[in-house]
């Protein structure tokens, strides 16, 4: 019990202090959530990921392991809710929507975080890696889905190019191949963005909440939250077995496959109209509940 007190009062609620920091100021002074979260999303994150990759020396199977767990966890997460939907008798409408918040989880504004605080730099190198590729799948797969098949695999495939996090990754990726390093005042500007990403990405998530609206249906919206956070460790611990991740990279792997469902859905949602209040309320209501499933979570995969 002392184990778990300590990692929820030094790793879990500090995340949701910052983030009460960005609720207050959206409560407060109206501040415009879409203007910062694109500083984030266009400056921030691309930089992030870079530092990461760059400074953490990755193998190259570990990386390719940890790309293949996140395409697994999210495919698995799409068919578990799939079921699920089955079982509740969910008609085609509500299923994408329950696919949306089942499938993308908050690995960046939240993940990325927690990540740090439970298990420190190493696994945040690996984290990033899932959030890279998670955000490319929500703008391919995550749009054929709220489409209901609407959109053509062509656009959802230029989608991935308006993705800066993949620019980050490929600038990464290509340095590291070459053998070469990026003159000093350009790493040294982009390192010093990388250090804003995290704390303006808590911001954002908690300007986010202060948007969020009481849910209607609350016995359905926390029947699908509970889901996607019971769901996301047992398919987490079973796919780094599968693959043989070990250590911050399974820990990594796990923490970001268990996380509340991202904020991003409710963009989804919006856009391609699947019910964005009850997609918007699962968002609210599994990042609120998440500590009780975070908090043993990060007990189990620190022993």
């Not at 202090?17 to 879409?34: E, P, Q, S």
């Not at 696919?99 to 605080?117: A, D, H, Q, R, T």
């Not at 303006?200 to 249906?217: D, F, H, S, W, Y």
């Not at 609210?284 to 189990?300: G, N």
Request: aromatic content about 8%; proline content about 5%.
């Amino acid at each position: 019990m002392n184990l778990l007190l300590s990692i929820f009062v030094n790793q879990i609620a500090p995340i949701f202090l910052a983030a009460g920091t960005g609720f207050t100021l959206g409560r407060a002074l109206r501040v415009d959530v879409k203007a910062v979260s694109r500083v984030v999303f266009y400056v921030f994150s691309p930089c992030l990921v870079f530092i990461s990759l760059t400074e953490n020396q990755l193998s190259g199977g570990e990386f390719g392991r940890m790309a293949v767990f996140t395409v697994g966890a999210v495919t698995l997460s799409g068919l578990a809710a799939f079921l699920f939907g089955k079982a509740l008798r969910l008609d085609r409408h509500a299923m994408a929507g329950l696919l949306v918040v089942s499938m993308f989880v908050n690995g960046g504004n939240y993940g990325l975080p927690l990540n740090l605080f439970a298990f420190g730099e190493p696994a945040v190198a690996r984290a990033v890696i899932y959030y890279v590729f998670s955000t490319l799948m929500v703008y391919t797969v995550g749009v054929v889905i709220a489409s209901s098949g609407r959109a053509s695999v062509r656009s959802s495939l230029v989608g991935i190019l308006k993705v800066p996090v993949l620019y980050g990754l490929i600038l990464a990726i290509a340095l590291r191949l070459i053998g070469w390093e990026l003159p000093t005042p350009f790493f040294r500007a982009i390192k010093l963005m990388s250090g804003a990403a995290l704390p303006a990405m808590l911001i954002v998530l908690g300007l986010q909440m202060a948007e969020a609206k009481r849910p209607q249906n609350l016995k359905l919206v926390t029947a699908a939250a509970l889901f996607r956070l019971l769901t996301g460790p047992a398919i987490g611990l079973l796919l780094t077995a599968l693959l043989n991740l070990t250590g911050p990279a399974r820990q990594a792997a796990v923490l970001e496959a268990s996380m509340p469902t991202a904020v991003i859905a409710t963009i989804l949602a919006v856009e391609y109209d699947i019910d964005p209040l009850f997609v918007t309320s699962v968002v609210l209501v599994s990042t609120l509940l998440s500590p009780l499933t975070l908090t043993p979570l990060i007990a189990y995969l620190g022993r």
